[in-house]
């Protein structure tokens, strides 16, 4: 029996892995004293044995059971042709059983929604509370209202609802980064898997289409303490054998000398550390002697946030390094790194400059063999217009399209004078569809770790492209076998 149940997905869409989100909440409850269950890879769950799980952890003294939603919808690269609103991994038909089946074991059960995107799905039949932005402290104090410990919150009334949603801003907590994440028995980590783990919180930069919380920060503010980053990956390794991480840091490499002071606490590790995290280029292009430092740290998937190959875009949205000069620069990385490193890097279609000759152009760039990268991500421009909410961590693009020269449309899409979210959402697909079929992409970013995870080696990964690596593994049921192992943990628990 659990007083809060916690539902995640599954950050990954190739292999499987946990998102910190849910666990970071678990461990601040289960600290103040509550007895948490977290129920992960939602997506993956039929929705009777769901239900089934949910069972065994409700009873009278069940407070609430939540969403981490952050990664609800789990949309697959086909989907980007259109606007995606789902706010639950599984149908509303399931989840409308999922509640009332809840409720009529203890109707007092409360249903709260967090998640980075909470604020955009204000408009949910059965949920009562919102936690919007960082929830580690807002789900502690909302479970003391809930008991009646506490009678007040700062507390927005949710509109045309009974629901009441909770800003993280309003109650802050100047020292969240440097609580740890204590993975638990009842979490069911499988021995050596990859682990999220919080480096630090926020970014030095205010780029305009990026909706994180804690952007524009000053260099070296929430930067966890080195001797927690040590105690925690100490006791995930002597608990689960964790040498493996994804570094959630929203910019790992925003200072030189946090990379430096962090390889002194990896060199007292008892292991060789792998991990994969967001990069800057621009920044490891100008301190260059950071290049070394990171590959000595572990780095084998960094994601490069690279956007576009438009120079005007850059320079509007806060990426201005010129392409030519990222492009040479991502061969000087190769060069250096060979294959201990595969390059990551994520792409936006439909920023305002970008014309239908650039969309032409980029297609034909990503898939030549002037690309240097060994995998990349592409997405079209979301543009998420919501004026009547007042919540901020949302994009400058966001919050005003219309000085970006976007006209943002009822269903959640957007035409410019160049082009429109379904043409952008066109030019995405092709360029996933053509990247993969011609064999070109290996497994990069975050998804080094997450097929790590189902089974797949390092080395392999590495050394082949994602086209061999489906070859020479059943992906899917590498990924199933995992999905039934932890089902089976949870539901025999
Ligand atoms: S896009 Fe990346 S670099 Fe820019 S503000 Fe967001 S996290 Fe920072």
């Keep these: 029996m659990a007083n809060v149940i916690i539902l995640s997905c599954s950050a990954s869409i190739y292999g499987l892995s946990r998102y910190a989100g849910a666990y970071r909440v678990a461990t601040s409850l289960r600290e103040a004293g509550y007895s948490v269950q977290v129920i992960d890879f939602f997506e993956t769950w039929a929705i009777d044995n769901l239900i089934k799980a949910l069972k065994r952890y409700v009873d009278k003294d069940?407070?609430?059971?939540?969403?981490?939603?952050?990664?609800?919808?789990?949309?697959?690269?086909?989907?980007?042709?259109?606007?995606?609103?789902?706010?639950?991994?599984?149908?509303?038909?399931?989840?409308?059983?999922?509640?009332?089946?809840?409720?009529?074991?203890?109707?007092?059960?409360?249903?709260?929604?967090?998640?980075?995107?909470?604020?955009?799905?204000?408009?949910?039949?059965?949920i009562d509370f919102y936690l919007i932005g960082y929830s580690d402290t807002l789900a502690v104090k909302l479970t003391e209202f809930i008991r009646g410990k506490v009678d007040k919150l700062p507390f927005d009334k949710v509109k045309d609802s009974h629901a009441l949603s909770l800003d993280w801003k309003t109650i802050p907590n100047d020292n969240a980064h440097n609580l740890p994440i204590i993975w638990h028995k009842e979490d069911k980590i499988f021995r050596k898997e990859a682990l999220p783990i919080e480096i630090s919180r926020g970014c030095i930069f205010n780029c305009k289409?990026?909706?994180?919380?804690?952007?524009?920060?000053?260099?070296?503010?929430?930067?966890?303490?080195?001797?927690?980053?040590?105690?925690?990956?100490?006791?995930?390794?002597?608990?689960?054998?964790?040498?493996?991480?994804?570094?959630?840091?929203?910019?790992?490499?925003?200072?030189?000398?946090?990379?430096?002071?962090?390889?002194?606490?990896?060199?007292?590790?008892?292991?060789?550390?792998?991990?994969?995290?967001?990069?800057?280029?621009?920044?490891?292009?100008?301190?260059?002697?950071?290049?070394?430092?990171?590959?000595?740290?572990?780095?084998?998937?960094?994601?490069?946030?690279?956007?576009?190959?438009n120079h005007e875009n850059g320079k509007l949205i806060g990426k201005g390094m010129h392409p030519q000069k990222a492009i040479d620069f991502l061969w000087h990385l190769k060069d250096r790194w060979k294959t201990s490193v595969n390059l990551h890097g994520c792409f936006i279609l439909g920023l305002p400059h970008d014309t239908k000759e650039y969309l032409k152009y980029f297609e034909e760039w990503i898939l030549s063999k002037d690309n240097p990268l060994d995998g990349f991500n592409v997405q079209p421009l979301r543009i998420r217009y919501d004026p009547a909410n007042r919540y901020l961590s949302s994009s400058d693009f966001d919050i005003r399209p219309r000085d970006y020269g976007y006209t943002p449309l009822a269903d959640g899409s957007w035409v410019n004078k160049h082009t429109s979210f379904q043409e952008v959402g066109e030019a995405v697909r092709r360029v996933k569809e053509l990247s993969f079929s011609k064999g070109k992409t290996k497994i990069t970013g975050f998804s080094t770790m997450s097929v790590y995870n189902i089974g797949v080696s390092k080395n392999d990964m590495l050394n082949f492209s994602e086209l061999a690596i489906l070859a020479m593994y059943d992906i899917s049921n590498l990924r199933s076998r995992f999905v039934r192992a932890y089902q089976n943990a949870i539901l025999n628990s």
């Design 62 to 126: 069940t407070y609430w059971i939540g969403f981490s939603s952050t990664f609800f919808p789990n949309r697959t690269s086909y989907e980007y042709v259109k606007v995606d609103q789902r706010p639950y991994p599984q149908s509303m038909e399931s989840m409308n059983r999922l509640f009332k089946e809840i409720k009529d074991i203890n109707s007092n059960v409360k249903f709260v929604y967090g998640g980075a995107y909470s604020h955009h799905f204000r408009d949910l039949r059965n």
């Design 209 to 309: 289409f990026c909706a994180f919380m804690l952007k524009n920060k000053r260099k070296g503010d929430y930067v966890k303490n080195a001797d927690l980053i040590r105690d925690e990956m100490i006791r995930n390794y002597e608990t689960f054998g964790t040498t493996n991480y994804f570094f959630t840091d929203d910019t790992h490499n925003d200072d030189p000398e946090k990379l430096a002071y962090l390889f002194s606490v990896y060199e007292t590790l008892p292991f060789k550390l792998n991990f994969s995290s967001y990069l800057r280029l621009d920044l490891l292009n100008a301190h260059r002697h950071t290049i070394d430092i990171l590959h000595a740290s572990g780095l084998i998937g960094p994601l490069f946030g690279l956007e576009t190959l």
